[in-house]
């Protein structure tokens, strides 16, 4: 069966791959500034629901409060409420203290199946600890990267539930993509994609305020003269 990606070649994902890491500066939030894996882990976990600048506010208290799994465990439900109250979703709160009590019987999981394990915790925030906390090139995907990426190397607009051959093809590209990088280029690609799922490539998309309008399809069509094109030397007849 056909799908969108039969006319893209390996080499122009690539060369939008690179665009993408090119254009990376490090961000410097709370959970930038710590190599604690747990306290990582605390992050990503309020992230994949709360804005990053909710987090930021709510994520020094907690850490200081509760430093470790185990005093996070120990905590009763009301002062966790109170103390992440900015957050919202209760019951979100109380997943994440249900988390800390099986890391403390089970131990921090290393491996995607392991995170799988605790409460509420989906394949994002597993791919995310993979790169972030235990520094392996794994590309964390949500509806922002999945927004990004369909529209730079497609050309359209993600669409809710692609079909399964569809979705089963585009995660086979963005798996090859990481393939070839390091964790540390990773961490760029990815944080890239978030700064311009965050800046330009909203739900409306910003096409001619955009840093990456050059190497994107989408931006292609909504901005004049822009558009990807394959650099020289590039594998642009490799399918993939
Ligand atoms: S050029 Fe437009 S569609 Fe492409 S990444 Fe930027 S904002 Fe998104």
Known sequence: MSTP?????????????????ELYVPLD????RTDDVFHKFLAEFLLRRTTRVVVARVLPA?????PTAESLARAGDDELLTLLRPVGLPTRILALSEAARLIVRDGMPSSR??????????????DAMLLYGYD????????????????MLLGRDEVA??????ERAFRHLL?????????????AFHGSILRVAWETCR????????PVSDSCRYGAKMVPHSGPSVPPGSPAGEQL
């Open 29 to 32: 939030y709370p959970w930038h």
């Open 136 to 151: 392996m090139a794994v590309l964390p995907v949500d509806r922002n990267a999945w927004r990004v990426l369909y529209r």
């Open 62 to 66: 907690l850490i200081q409060k509760y």
């Open 113 to 126: 199946d392991g995170f799988l394990t605790l409460p509420q915790v989906g394949e994002y925030v597993a």
């Open 161 to 166: 539930v692609p079909p399964r051959s569809e």
């Open 5 to 21: 990606l039969d006319d893209l070649s390996l080499g122009e994902a690539r060369a939008a791959r690179d665009v993408l890491i």
């Open 203 to 210: 739900r409306r998309p910003i096409c001619d305020a955009c």
């Open 175 to 187: 798996t090859t993509l990481v393939a070839d990088l390091s964790p540390r280029q990773t961490r």
